[in-house]
């Protein structure tokens, strides 16, 4: 009863947040608010592109063949979905439809076994699939938008001195909604010092699930890293037509960054080009390579848009099934037959975790919680971070608000509806990365010099977007939250960029000191809990960023950017030295924190799970998704936890067959 009644609570909130922020549009957009008439225009133009897409939208269903309006707007955007009543019984029960739940769930389901996949969001949109729409995507209604506790680190230049912590709430989970990059990291990062957990043993699951489509344009040599026949397609990213693209590549090789066609292959150092989960011009997620496999849906249940509250754990401590609540005059109970596993992400599984009586007793206690299992739940998270540095450069003299650039824009648009193709098809400069162990930069020769074994061990990655002159103005007009940063900050940036258009640089330590934690902040299964990633409270992680910054100053040198006339945008910060003063840049990277939305470890491997997954102190109860990696892997995380989610149906199966 008392979870209903919170129920109400949280959705009459959510629907008062609604109506207020259509209020504000449109106080926003008054001529009385705006005398001058600035924002009335920019309407008039947002406007003009929402009817171009509208108007493409029409077009294509009017003279497009029926079957491409078919695949456009529904067979790849509604998934199939299931009625499940109280006290339903499966064999098997799979939280989250994520990067690692849809891979688990999916060959449970092709080897027979009759499985529930309970997943907190929908189907994921239109948007979704639009290579270009990725950053768009954050903090909308596909994310949990979750908000770290305030702090004095890390963030400071973000309302509330919180850092935004995005995660995707959908099938497919943050593979529907993250920025596609495709890199398994170093092969060091997969020894945990646990038996059964090295390289040789996760390799054959990268291997399982790629699909690469491309192999023809990586070097002979990468042959014997990649498998073109995975159900998980891979491929290239269209031309942005970004001219920035070339640049920076050219950029980097002015220092001596050699150019390294395939990250994932024998070295990760250089600058590359890098593949994506990407195919036919559109998103790859796991909900689209793994649900829509033949075969899975005779043996998979999928229950949308329904959360789980909690693990059924019997007085045996052997879990039975979950809870989970669809609206708010229902809760129901189900069943699984062998083994119930958690796969909603780092914060979603910790939070389930401890929800049913299984984290450190003494915060348990705390909610009211009776203890299963006294494990650390939620402790030591960590997290790729980076600080955001704005280039600005002379490139396109057309701001973002111009009809002519509105146009080319609602154009794009029509290309990558009637053909997939286009500059849609690309995530913009995303797909340009540099993997880099800074130890080995020479300040003093201006050079990568790559002259020792540790220097084939990256510690930075340099990821690259690009802001059109005139964007954070609109996207700050259509969302006051759009943008990552607030008050002063926001107005230098939103004021650089209506003058020029920004090349942001955002170097990434991989291998970070600081540790985070996460915990409950209330019983209700509803309320989000409380994450505090800790952010840059290790001196050697500003250190790290700091001198990625001073590679970063030395790179606008080059005569590529000096053609463009780039500079980095010095922000001028209250409460930190002066642009030119010894600790600006200390200052700035604790002001221009974001997360790389990378989160791992809250309930790892060794501490939380043993090294087949199975909860300590728990029977039939097993965790797979990012929160079990003990640390990072040095790249991007998505393909890994597919690796782990492929592995752990190996675990299942092979000891359901074990125990007959
Ligand atoms: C904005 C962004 C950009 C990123 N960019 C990249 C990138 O370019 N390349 C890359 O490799 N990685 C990237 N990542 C990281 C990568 O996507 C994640 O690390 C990975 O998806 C995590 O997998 P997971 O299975 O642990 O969790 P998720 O993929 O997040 O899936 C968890 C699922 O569980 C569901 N869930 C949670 N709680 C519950 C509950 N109580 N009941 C039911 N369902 C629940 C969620 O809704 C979600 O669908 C990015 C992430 C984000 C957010």
């Known amino acids: 009863m008392g979870i209903q009644t919170e129920q109400v609570k949280f959705r009459k909130f959510s629907r008062t947040k609604f109506v207020k922020k259509l209020q504000r549009w449109h106080t926003n957009f008054s001529p009385a608010h705006d005398p001058d008439l600035k924002t009335s225009k920019l309407r008039l133009e947002i406007t003009v592109l929402v009817l171009t897409v509208a108007a493409a939208i029409l077009l294509c269903g009017q003279f497009g063949s029926s079957k491409d309006f078919d695949a456009m707007f529904r067979s790849r955007f509604s998934y199939f979905g299931d009625d499940i009543t109280d006290g339903d019984e499966f064999d098997y029960i799979v939280v989250g439809a994520g990067a690692a739940g849809s891979a688990v769930a ?320 690309s995530n913009s400069l995303t797909d340009v990365t540099a993997f880099l162990n800074s130890n080995c930069y020479n300040f003093t020769l201006k050079r990568l010099v790559n002259d020792r074994p540790e220097c084939a061990i990256p510690n930075l990655q340099f990821i690259y977007a690009y802001v059109h002159k005139g964007v954070a103005n609109i996207a700050h007009t259509f969302s006051d939250s759009f943008l990552p940063i607030a008050g002063e900050v926001l107005e230098q940036t939103i004021s650089a960029n209506d003058e020029s258009s920004f090349i942001v640089i955002s170097p990434v330590i991989m291998r970070p000191k600081s540790r985070g934690w996460m915990r409950l902040a209330s019983s209700d299964p509803l309320v989000p809990p409380a994450i505090n990633p800790n952010y840059l409270s290790e001196e050697s992680d500003v250190k790290e960023m700091v001198e990625a910054i001073k590679i970063i100053e030395q790179m606008v040198e080059t005569p590529i950017y000096k053609k463009y006339n780039a500079s980095i945008h010095r922000l001028k910060i209250s409460g930190c030295p002066d642009v030119d003063k010894n600790g600006y840049w200390e200052c700035y990277v604790r002001h221009m924190t974001n997360s790389v939305y990378h989160a791992v470890g809250t309930a790892a491997i060794g501490r939380v799970v043993d090294e087949r997954l199975r909860v300590k102190g728990i029977k039939n109860l097993r965790v797979g998704d990012a929160s079990v990696l003990p640390h990072l892997p040095r790249g991007n995380t998505a393909a890994a936890i597919i690796a782990i989610g492929e592995r752990l149906a190996d675990f299942l199966l092979q000891d359901q067959w074990l125990s007959r």
């Open 106 to 425: 999916a060959r449970l389901a092709l080897a027979g076994k009759h499985v529930l996949l309970v997943e907190a969001g929908g189907d994921p949109n239109i948007l979704t699939k639009i290579p270009r729409a990725s950053l768009a995507l954050g903090n909308s209604f596909l994310d949990w938008s979750y908000d770290t506790l305030p702090n004095e680190k890390s963030c400071l230049a973000s309302k509330g001195r919180r850092c935004r912590f995005t995660r995707g709430r959908c099938l497919g989970g943050s593979t529907s909604i993250n920025y596609m990059m495709y890199t398994r990291g170093h092969r060091e990062d997969y020894d945990f010092n646990i038996s059964g957990w090295t390289w040789k043993d996760i390799e054959p699951y990268f291997l399982k699930y790629e699909g690469l489509q491309d192999l023809n344009l990586l070097p002979k040599s990468s042959a014997a890293y990649h498998n073109t026949s995975g159900v998980v397609s891979i491929g290239y990213f269209g031309d942005s037509g970004n001219p920035w693209h070339k640049r920076i590549i050219e950029g980097m090789t002015s220092l001596n960054f050699p150019y390294n066609p395939d990250v994932n292959a024998e070295s990760q150092i250089g600058v590359s080009k890098v593949l994506g989960f990407t195919s036919g011009g559109e998103r790859v997620s796991t909900a689209k390579a793994y649900l829509e496999l033949e075969g899975v849906q005779r043996n998979l249940k999928i229950a949308k848009n329904t959360q789980c509250t909690g693990v059924i754990i019997d007085e045996n401590n052997t879990a039975r099934g979950v809870t989970v609540s669809r609206s708010a005059n229902e809760t129901l109970r189900l069943y699984a037959k062998n083994e119930v596993v958690l796969s909603a992400g780092t914060i979603g599984s910790a939070q389930l975790l401890m929800l049913s009586g299984v984290g450190l007793k003494e915060h348990l206690r705390e909610f009211g919680i009776p203890v299963k299992a006294d494990l650390s739940v939620g402790n030591e998270m960590s997290d790729h971070v980076l600080p955001l540095v704005n280039i600005k450069v002379d490139h396109d003299a057309i701001s973002a608000s111009n009809p002519l650039s509105i146009g080319l824009k609602g154009i794009e648009a029509l290309q990558w509806l009637t053909t997939r193709t286009g500059p849609m098809t």
